[in-house]
């Protein structure tokens, strides 16, 4: 597979009913099988809806952008800047909240052009830093994020239904 063809598309609220169809594929894949169905359900629904990703969307200190290979949207990241931040709101850093690439281009690194294209936008708006929020339980992405550079900072909860879970925040300095 040649991933040069890989091209990045930066979205507006008329991407909203893709958006949210890759969001809910690509999080109930990654993350079934540590949760329970009424958890994930009720993930999906409400912080994957149409509607809560249309306020997203129009956020003006964050964007979306679609990976597409060959007209075929394959993944997909969010970023946040300023006070659009989860957590830190650190206005000399951007925060990496999704990045998730559909199952059947994982291992092919999709994902590693996907945070390439992150680290130039945040190069290019001269962040001091690049952080996330990755779930505890979740090793092969924090084993991806430390070859990549990223450290482990701090915690914070993440609410998945009923249960809080604990994301480790990791950062990477860009300069």
Not at 23 to 36: E, M, V
């Amino acid at each position: 597979m040649i991933i040069d063809d890989l091209k990045f598309v930066k979205l507006n609220s008329g991407d909203v009913k893709e958006l949210e169809l890759i969001s809910k594929q690509t999080y109930f894949n990654a993350f079934s099988w540590g949760n329970s169905p009424e958890n994930m359900r009720t993930y999906l629904e409400g912080s994957l809806s149409e509607k809560k990703l249309l306020k997203e969307l129009k956020e003006a200190n964050s964007g979306f952008y679609f990976a597409e290979m060959n007209h075929k949207t394959i993944g997909y990241f969010k970023i946040n800047f300023g006070d659009a931040q989860t957590d830190l709101h650190d206005h000399n850093a951007m925060e990496l909240e999704r990045i998730y690439v559909i199952k059947e281009f994982q291992g092919k690194k999709i994902g590693q052009k996907l945070l390439d294209k992150v680290l130039g936008i945040a190069k290019k708006n001269q962040m001091d830093y690049l952080w996330l929020g990755v779930w505890e339980k979740n090793e092969r992405a924090i084993r991806f994020y430390e070859r990549n550079g990223f450290s482990v900072t701090g915690s914070h909860h993440f609410r998945m239904g009923d249960e809080i879970q604990t994301d480790l925040i990791m950062k990477l300095p860009l300069k």
